[in-house]
């Protein structure tokens, strides 16, 4: 008998419960896919060595984080559940059944239900991976032979392993959560009338200015140490506490202070149910406020997580060649002719046909600091950027040697005459090259020992080499000044270029010679595949939290709207016994519905609007970009998400209170 | 006098084919403008069914139920929503206000609904506030105010959209007998000083000893009927038990 209970209970539930087990499957989906990810063919070549336990670490890590999320979020539902089945469960006990069994019969269904889910989940899964799989192939350039099926057995067991200790904690809370039931309570539960917070108007009236203010200020800060690039972790957790206190003010003062007007539009507040509307949500907003604040501040770090991931996946993609401009670049500080020999030796010896070029530069670091090309004028900006830029010393390179580089790299040659000298800039912020070009206009000449140069330009900036070479700022200068140089370090940079497709064994070769000297070595295939690398793990993970955390967000959001409807179902029937009709019924659960949900979320994209400020400047000081459209892409794909959860919650409630006898 | 109320060859037939069974068989009865008439009979004898069919929440099999000259039964649904409006008032034994409302807006309700004008709500609310005495706690919500208070709002509620015809189930149902006692004061007072006609579904003599005529309906037909006439209210009670036995003493019989 009991067993045919819980079987008709579950039967029943899936329809119930259609936004719980949706997010439960959804999660689980999600979390089989990332989980998975460290199985897929991609990596299973050499040239991603570290692939596989970088992502299965980073992926087993943010797994802990995630189980907590579900976690809350199961208890949460289980919560609702309860909640909408009181009487039932009453009924069950008033006939008889013992706690215990009711506790049994509870935790079979939880364990039932997690278990089906858990089935569904991983099937959903399993599909979803192939698709990514498909996809992080693409993204990495490796070619599609066969499309191969992948099934991986250790993130089976690992969601099963996880969901299941989620699961069975949240059960036995659920079932000690049984034994505090009073029968009473569960039979009449309909009756309790519906709790309500009131608040002096002074007080309200205060908070809300104080927490505009608060936010002003937020906004105002938040730009100001974007623009002056002071970003430290110090200043961000300002920024998001400052936000934070502002968001949790507004939301417990912000809906007294509309209904207060909407209240003295007495003509529209007195025509047809407005005035319960407004109250009933004035009501709700109170009473959830705190929870209502904590997912705007939620939505708002989810979203602005998405926006600057993204773009940082912008900036890994464009710093690796100028990162290393050759094949391989080799900076060394002693013995150079006799590194050089060796490499030369293996160069030829493997890959004569591939290789194009091969040279070897000198630049020296000077004594002179950047700032002086502006002698009687000190930097008093915030820029703490900026003020190491100028603070560091210029780097200085000789025309012919700049010329070797500019010329394997087929850029013009540039002729010095007199006492011409070039700035060369290798990379570095928007900021600092604004600066110099200003400085420039004003003064051209600087003294280098006794001799002066005059700059003639800054040269534009190529993939010529990078900051082991020319520092944050190198000067060009004739030849004929080579004495400057004496008495300052010399640092030797051999490059070597190759065709594409040379052979395998120089990599090795090179490596081997490189472990026995005091050298530094970029090569542009790891650099490639450490930002391809990088890309795609930043890509993970803003993916894997982002989507979680959105997805439990809105379910939370749905059950409080749900738990909603089903108090409020009274006071919706009296109003269609007053004479109100089912079409304004509906109106008046769609309209409550709609400011419920968007209302968190209208303000967690005003947040947004000065986030992705925020989040501009700073990765644009890096060079970085933070395009419109991958603000765009990040706040549609979370509307997307949340107007399904929106859609199907409405659709419930309205089923809840209008249809259900 | 003017017809509120008029109820003919009323059928409310509950089941399909072989296992059916009437609620209602053949009920016929007029009520007329400012008359306080009380349904009586015993678990099972078809009260509510009449009180639902007459609310139009429910529907009859067949017959006829024209309230202020209008036939309910071939209504639609939108039709009935706009009837129930305008036409009818509601006293509720429970959940009679709404908690998240102040007491002003609750009575308002129905003539929000209806959109009349806020000056003419205003005008409307302080009429009926006055004549039940709860100026003083327009401003306050509902659990801030007494048991009496409470039903006196919910009876405002019910006379404000100036319906042809209140309705009251059950009222005192849940109630001590001292509110029963104010409820049913109320009741009277807007029956005889603001000519308001109202049918109140009960099953306690006490309270349709408040009544001017009762109807006892036993099996869904109408058994007997009682006039107050001039008698005292206490008179009236024992008449009322009288009925009651017979009804009940039947019962007994059976068993």
């Not at chain 1, 909603?564 to 109003?575: F, R, T, V």
């Not at chain 2, 068989?25 to 009180?51: C, H, Q, R, W």
């Not at chain 2, 059950?170 to 603001?194: C, F, H, Q, V, Y």
């Given at each position: 008998m009991l067993f045919k209970l819980i079987k008709r209970n579950i039967r029943r539930s899936f329809r119930d419960y259609v936004i719980y087990f949706g997010t439960l499957i959804l999660s689980i989906a999600i979390f089989y896919v990332f989980n998975s990810l460290d199985s897929q063919p991609a990596w299973s070549g050499d040239e991603y060595p570290q692939a596989k336990i970088v992502i299965s670490s980073l992926m087993g890590g943010l797994s802990f984080i995630i189980s907590f999320i579900v976690g809350f979020l199961i208890l949460y539902a289980n919560n609702y559940i309860i909640k909408r089945r009181k009487k039932e469960i009453g009924l069950y006990m008033l006939l008889g059944m013992s706690q215990k069994k009711v506790s049994f019969m509870l935790l079979s269904e939880t364990i039932i239900i997690g278990f089906l889910s858990y089935v569904v989940g991983i099937i959903i899964g399993i599909f979803v991976s192939q698709i990514f799989s498909l996809i992080t192939m693409k993204f990495f350039d490796i070619a599609i032979n066969k499309i191969e099926f992948v099934l991986s057995y250790p993130a089976v067991i690992k969601t099963l392993i996880f969901y299941g200790i989620t699961f069975s904690l949240v059960a036995v809370f659920g079932s000690f959560g049984v034994s505090r039931f009073k029968l009473i309570d569960l039979l009449m539960g309909e009756r309790k009338n519906e709790e309500f917070k009131i608040r002096k108007k002074a007080v309200v009236a205060?908070?809300?200015?104080?927490?505009?203010?608060?936010?002003?200020?937020?906004?105002?800060?938040?730009?100001?140490?974007?623009?002056?690039?002071?970003?430290?972790?110090?200043?961000?957790?300002?920024?998001?506490?400052?936000?934070?206190?502002?968001?949790?003010?507004?939301?417990?003062?912000?809906?007294?202070?509309?209904?207060?007007?909407?209240?003295?539009?007495?003509?529209?507040?007195?025509?047809?149910?407005?005035?319960?509307?407004?109250?009933?949500?004035?009501?709700?907003?109170?009473?959830?406020?705190?929870?209502?604040?904590?997912?705007?501040?939620?939505?708002?770090?989810?979203?602005?997580?998405?926006?600057?991931?993204?773009?940082?996946?912008?900036?890994?993609?464009?710093?690796?060649?100028?990162?290393?401009?050759?094949?391989?670049?080799?900076?060394?500080?002693?013995n150079a002719e006799k590194i050089k020999q060796e490499f030369d030796e293996a160069a030829y010896r493997l890959g004569k046909d591939y290789l194009k070029d091969s040279l070897m530069v000198r630049s020296f670091r000077s004594d002179i600091r950047i700032k002086s090309i502006s002698p009687d004028k000190e930097y008093f900006g915030n820029s703490e950027l900026l003020r190491n830029y100028l603070n560091d010393n210029f780097y200085i390179m000789l025309q012919s040697d700049f010329n070797k580089l500019i010329k394997a790299k087929n850029i013009g040659e540039e002729e010095l005459t007199g006492n011409e000298a070039l700035l060369y800039v290798p990379d570095g912020s928007k900021d600092f090259k604004e600066y110099l070009e200003n400085e420039l206009s004003f003064n051209r000449k600087l003294f280098l020992g006794d001799s002066q140069i005059e700059i003639k330009k800054i040269f534009p900036q190529h993939k010529i080499g990078n900051f082991m070479v020319f520092g944050s700022c190198a000067l060009i200068i004739p030849d004929k000044f080579d004495y400057i140089t004496q008495g300052y370090k010399t640092i030797w940079n051999i490059d070597f270029n190759f065709k594409t497709g040379y052979p395998s064994e120089i990599d090795k070769e090179f490596q081997k010679i490189s472990d026995q000297y005091e050298l530094r070595m970029n090569t542009l295939k790891e650099a490639k595949a450490n930002a391809s690398m990088s890309r795609v793990l930043v890509i993970f993970v803003i993916l894997y939290l982002g989507i979680t955390l959105l997805i439990a967000?809105?379910?939370?959001?749905?059950?409080?709207?749900?738990?909603?409807?089903?108090?409020?179902?009274?006071?919706?029937?009296?109003?269609?016994?007053?004479?109100?009709?089912?079409?304004?019924?509906?109106?008046?659960?769609?309209?409550?519905?709609?400011?419920?949900?968007?209302?968190?979320?209208?303000?967690?994209?005003?947040?947004?609007?000065?986030?992705?400020?925020?989040?501009?400047?700073?990765?644009?000081?890096?060079?970085?970009?933070?395009?419109?459209?991958?603000?765009?892409?990040?706040?549609?794909?979370?509307?997307?998400?949340?107007?399904?959860?929106?859609?199907?919650?409405?659709?419930?409630?309205?089923?809840?209170?209008?249809?259900?006898e | 006098?003017?017809?509120?109320?008029?109820?003919?060859?009323?059928?409310?037939?509950?089941?399909?084919?072989?296992?059916?069974?009437?609620?209602?068989?053949?009920?016929?009865?007029?009520?007329?403008?400012?008359?306080?008439?009380?349904?009586?009979?015993?678990?099972?004898?078809?009260?509510?069914?009449?009180?639902?069919?007459?609310s139009t929440i429910d529907k009859p099999t067949s017959g006829s139920v024209v309230i202020n000259g209008q036939n309910i039964v071939n209504m639609k649904k939108n039709e009935l929503s706009k009837f129930r409006r305008d036409k009818l008032g509601f006293v509720f034994q429970e959940y009679n206000l709404l908690d998240t409302l102040t007491v002003k807006e609750n009575i308002a309700l129905p003539l929000s609904?209806?959109?009349?004008?806020?000056?003419?709500?205003?005008?409307?609310?302080?009429?009926?506030?006055?004549?039940?005495?709860?100026?003083?706690?327009?401003?306050?919500?509902?659990?801030?105010?007494?048991?009496?208070?409470?039903?006196?709002?919910?009876?405002?509620?019910?006379?404000?959209?100036?319906?042809?015809?209140?309705?009251?189930?059950?009222?005192?149902?849940?109630?001590?007998?001292?509110?029963?006692?104010?409820?049913?004061?109320?009741?009277?007072?807007?029956?005889?000083?603001?000519?308001?006609?109202?049918?109140?579904?009960?099953?306690?003599?006490?309270?349709?000893?408040?009544?001017?005529r009762i109807l006892f309906i036993k099996d869904g037909r109408i058994f007997n009927e009682i006039v107050k006439g001039e008698d005292e209210r206490k008179k009236f009670f024992t008449r009322i038990l009288d009925v009651l036995a017979v009804l009940e003493g039947d019962i007994g019989n059976v068993i």
């Open positions: 205060i908070i809300f200015v104080l927490s505009c203010i608060d936010l002003f200020l937020t906004y105002y800060f938040a730009d100001y140490v974007a623009s002056r690039l002071l970003v430290s972790p110090q200043s961000i957790f300002a920024i998001i506490f400052g936000g934070s206190l502002g968001t949790y003010g507004l939301f417990y003062s912000g809906f007294s202070m509309i209904f207060g007007v909407i209240k003295s539009m007495i003509k529209f507040y007195f025509s047809k149910i407005n005035a319960f509307l407004s109250r009933q949500l004035l009501n709700r907003f109170n009473t959830d406020m705190g929870m209502l604040a904590t997912l705007t501040v939620l939505f708002t770090l989810t979203l602005s997580v998405f926006i600057s991931g993204l773009g940082l996946k912008n900036y890994i993609e464009s710093s690796v060649e100028s990162n290393s401009p050759f094949s391989f670049n080799i900076t060394v500080y002693e967000s809105a379910a939370v959001m749905a059950l409080k709207e749900l738990t909603g409807a089903i108090d409020s179902k009274k006071n919706y029937q009296m109003l269609s016994k007053l004479g109100a009709d089912d079409r304004l019924i509906k109106g008046t659960i769609k309209k409550h519905m709609r400011f419920y949900f968007f209302i968190p979320l209208l303000v967690a994209f005003f947040h947004n609007i000065f986030a992705v400020n925020f989040i501009t400047k700073f990765l644009n000081a890096f060079n970085a970009q933070n395009t419109f459209l991958i603000t765009l892409i990040a706040m549609g794909v979370f509307l997307g998400v949340y107007l399904i959860y929106y859609y199907i919650t409405s659709r419930m409630a309205i089923r809840i209170i209008v249809k259900e | 006098m003017k017809n509120i109320l008029k109820i003919e060859k009323l059928e409310k037939i509950y089941g399909l084919r072989g296992n059916v069974y009437k609620a209602l068989d053949g009920v016929n009865f007029d009520v007329y403008e400012g008359e306080f008439l009380g349904i009586m009979g015993p678990s099972g004898a078809g009260k509510s069914t009449l009180l639902n069919i007459i609904l209806a959109n009349v004008s806020y000056r003419e709500i205003n005008r409307r609310v302080k009429e009926v506030s006055n004549n039940l005495e709860i100026v003083d706690i327009l401003d306050k919500f509902p659990y801030e105010i007494s048991g009496g208070q409470r039903q006196r709002a919910a009876a405002a509620r019910a006379i404000i959209a100036d319906p042809a015809l209140i309705l009251a189930d059950e009222p005192t149902g849940a109630l001590d007998s001292r509110s029963s006692e104010t409820l049913l004061s109320t009741l009277k007072n807007i029956n005889e000083n603001m000519n308001v006609t109202v049918l109140m579904v009960t099953h306690d003599p006490f309270a349709a000893s408040y009544c001017k």
